[in-house]
């Protein structure tokens, strides 16, 4: 069962790049999450999968002994959907699909890719703990900032059009 939410369902063992495989496959669910229960089931389900994801990534690297398992993905789902919680937030603010906010959705995805993968500042001293926390807290710093990346752009893009 473990192995399952540390994969996401399978998600981790697809080649090549898994950890992308895996923030891809977070968008719909998060799209699914927001349709049945708004931003705040998108904030319950992250919160409920990070201590999860923590004790699976946790079984994982100690029946393996590797301390960051490429087919372990259900940190990139966590910090995906962080990424994604603007999104969520700014479609029930105005009481949107959340489909309309397609532009958030590309830099929410864009940008969580970028610092997950570029490891620049906390993400990367997270990421060099070599343990299970580790594993799961990179993502989300990275989520955290993706997701004030996609405020910042969010701003930017709503003040041009007023320019227009």
Known sequence: MMHLIATFGGIGTLRPAPGT?????????????????????LVAATLVILPLGYFAALEEILATRDTDPSWVVIDE??????????????????????????????????????????KP???????????????????????????LGVIVLAGLAHGAMRLL
Do not use: H
Request: include cysteine; glycine fraction near 14%.
């Open 77 to 118: 789902v966590a910090g995906q959907w962080i990424a994604l919680w603007p999104v969520a937030f700014g479609a029930a603010m105005m009481n949107a699909a959340p489909s309309a906010l397609w532009p958030g959705w590309v830099a929410g995805f864009a940008l969580f890719r970028l610092f997950d993968i570029a």
């Open 21 to 41: 495989w895996g923030s891809l496959a977070a968008l719909p669910c998060a799209w699914v999450l927001m349709v049945l229960g708004g931003p705040w089931l």
């Open 121 to 147: 500042g906390w993400v990367g001293r997270a990421d060099r703990r070599g343990d299970a926390l580790g594993l799961m807290l990179d993502d989300v710093i990275a989520g955290v900032f993706a997701a």
